[in-house]
């Protein structure tokens, strides 16, 4: 497996930004799916930003869509979700998964639970 460490988190106000980071570390797959993930106590997680490391293709939720951006550092296994204009909505536990996929298609397609790599999450408020 692949271990996962998130970081970047913290309190801000509405309309302003923060960057959050995830470093992979173990046996990183080449060909990899990985997301960002946020849950509120009491509701369901929702996949916020998807990225196919092979080839970059991102996708996003409607919520964030515009401003949130994910981005891959592949000299550093690291993996940034930045978020810009933040709203209070945006209040949640923020995680980095991943898994390793076959193909493009393959992440597209990918549930949340098929996520095999999880990191322990960090806190973003938006006030």
């Known amino acids: 497996h692949v271990q996962l460490v998130e970081s970047g988190g913290g309190s801000v106000q509405a309309g302003g930004s923060l960057r959050l980071s995830c470093v992979a570390s173990?046996?990183?797959?080449?060909?990899?799916?990985m997301g960002w993930f946020r849950q509120i106590p009491g509701k369901e997680r929702e996949r916020v930003a998807r990225i196919y490391t092979p080839s970059g293709a991102a996708y996003y939720s409607s919520s964030v869509k515009g401003r949130f951006t994910i981005a891959q550092d592949n000299a550093k296994d690291t993996l940034h979700l930045q978020m810009n204009n933040l709203e209070p909505e945006d209040t949640a536990m923020y995680y980095c998964?991943?898994?390793?996929?076959?193909?493009?298609?393959?992440?597209?397609?990918?549930?949340?639970?098929?996520?095999?790599?999880w990191g322990q999450g960090t806190q973003v408020t938006v006030s």
């Open positions: 173990g046996n990183v797959y080449s060909r990899y799916c």
């Open positions: 998964a991943g898994r390793s996929a076959t193909s493009g298609t393959d992440c597209n397609l990918m549930h949340d639970y098929e996520y095999t790599d």
